[in-house]
């Protein structure tokens, strides 16, 4: 049998016959056939918009893989910033070039005065973390004006390394804002994810050590979220980035996606449900209503995976671990309880809706302090490295710019009307 399709235009009569390879067919095979046909696919659910070797995954059988690694040896073997150099350059880093990318990244972690006295500090006083986040981002590329020029390699890896390095330190200068609190340096001598830590909760001490189960947790939560092929920011990031607009500007295309609460806002819903839910006995009544069609089980559910998401259950490990240091959440047993009654409902079951990574991170995030303005913004440190490997991926296929086709259902050509002869 010959991997292949046969396609054929009833209108003429006129055959085509378009290989099957890497799993998918030819579009511009197709448009020899039916030129000015297009595939109508909202949500690119069928569409493969790119070919790509950073990661696999197979929704079904409930694997994701980084580079070919899979993800449980990652997140248990592994460093974030380890995971990033290898979705970079595809390949895990030799001791020399994993001590020449933390000393190049720990280097890069400062931003420019401007970005926080002027820049972050012009936001209201009540301004989202993530919405500053999106405008930060944007605006590095106007303190790196050799960011524009994408071809040149050394500058590329320039701004990749200030990126991952920044997002940190932008990030929880936008959370010391909004609370009141002094910006706080990073500290060259700490790890990716204990800087962080220092940089959102240091006061008067001397220097912030964080507990360092807590860093290893935040650490693994980074790595679960580096990458994950092509869901809506990173679609987005190869979007932009299509244009040749440069890579801050692009990466902050990915952060806004990331902010809704579909993608990266998932894990804040999911607390505010179960804050909602309040109660145990009220599960049941709850997912009546989920089922009845009023509102979603937040962390519930994926576009991919219709199965158990392998990250969720990672994170299920982890939340025990923080539990043991900070205490358990309390709505921990809420969430543990939803998850049983839905894996046991036929509404669940029977649409592949199982717990996905959101599910249980919010409840470590919440565990550990963070406020819940701040999860999406937790998602986007570590999503910065994919973002850019893709986009690295995207720039070196010599892609085409991103731009779909339509299919026009609006009226046909008419006549402007003045505006008093209108009724
Ligand atoms: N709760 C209740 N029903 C659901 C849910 C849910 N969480 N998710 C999907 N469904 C139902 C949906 O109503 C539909 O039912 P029917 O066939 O009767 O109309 C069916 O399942 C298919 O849903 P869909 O909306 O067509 O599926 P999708 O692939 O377009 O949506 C999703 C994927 C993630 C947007 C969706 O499952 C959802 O809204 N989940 C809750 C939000 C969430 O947890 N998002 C985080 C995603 S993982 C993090 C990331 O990768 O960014």
Redesign the pocket.
């Known amino acids: 049998m010959p991997d292949s399709i046969t396609v054929t235009d009833n209108r003429t009569g006129k055959t085509l016959e378009i290989p099957i390879e890497d799993g998918g067919i030819a579009a511009s095979e197709w448009s020899k056939l039916l030129p000015g046909i297009w595939f109508y696919d909202p ?1 690119f659910t069928s569409t493969a918009a790119c070919m790509s070797s950073i990661s696999y995954l197979d929704g079904d059988a409930g694997i994701l893989r980084y580079r070919g690694y899979p993800i449980e040896q990652l997140a248990e073997n592994s460093t974030y910033l380890e995971v990033a150099y290898l979705l970079l350059n595809g390949e895990l880093p030799t001791e020399e070039e994993y001590s020449n990318w933390e000393h190049e990244i720990t280097h890069h972690t400062f931003i420019h005065e401007n970005m926080r006295k002027r820049f972050l500090e012009g936001f209201h006083y009540d301004a989202h973390p993530m919405g500053m986040l999106v405008s930060a981002v944007a605006a590095l590329s106007t303190f790196y004006a050799d960011a524009k020029d994408i071809f040149n390699l050394e500058s590329r890896d320039k701004q990749i390394i200030r990126l991952i390095a920044k997002m940190p330190t932008l990030a929880a200068a936008a959370h010391r804002f909004s609370i009141g609190m002094p910006f706080v340096y990073p500290d060259n001598g700490l790890h990716f994810a204990a800087n962080f830590l220092s940089m959102m909760w240091k006061t008067a001490e001397f220097r912030f050590e964080a507990n360092p189960v807590l860093s290893k947790a935040l650490d693994v939560l980074f790595i679960l979220h580096a990458d ?1 092929e092509q ?1 809506c920011s990173t679609t987005a990031m190869r979007v932009v980035g299509s244009s040749h607009a440069d890579p801050y500007s692009s990466c902050a295309a990915a952060c806004a996606a990331l902010y809704g609460p ?3 806002g ?1 894990n804040e ?1 999911v607390i505010r449900m179960l804050n909602s839910i309040g109660s145990l006995e009220n599960v049941d009544p709850f997912i009546k209503q ?1 089922k009845e069609g009023h509102g ?8 991919v995976y219709k199965n158990y998401d392998p990250r969720a259950k990672i994170i299920k490990r982890t939340a025990d671990e923080v539990f043991k240091v900070t205490g358990k959440n309390p709505l921990l047993d809420i969430a543990l309880k939803l998850e049983e009654v839905a894996l046991n409902d036929d509404y669940f079951i029977s ?1 592949k ?1 199982y717990p ?3 599910f249980y991170s919010g409840l470590i995030y919440q565990a550990m302090g963070f406020p819940l303005e701040m999860f999406p913004v937790l998602f986007a440190i570590p999503r910065a490295s994919g973002w850019l490997a893709h986009w690295v991926e995207m720039l070196d296929q010599d892609s085409k710019i991103a731009r779909p086709r339509q299919l026009y259902n609006g009226t046909d050509s008419r006549d402007y009307v003045s505006i008093e002869k209108r009724v």
Do not use: I, P, S, T
Request: aromatic share 4%.
């Open positions: 949500g994950h869901n579909r993608h990266g998932a819903q989920v979603r089980l937040q962390g519930f559910g994926h576009r649409r809706l996905n990574v959101d």
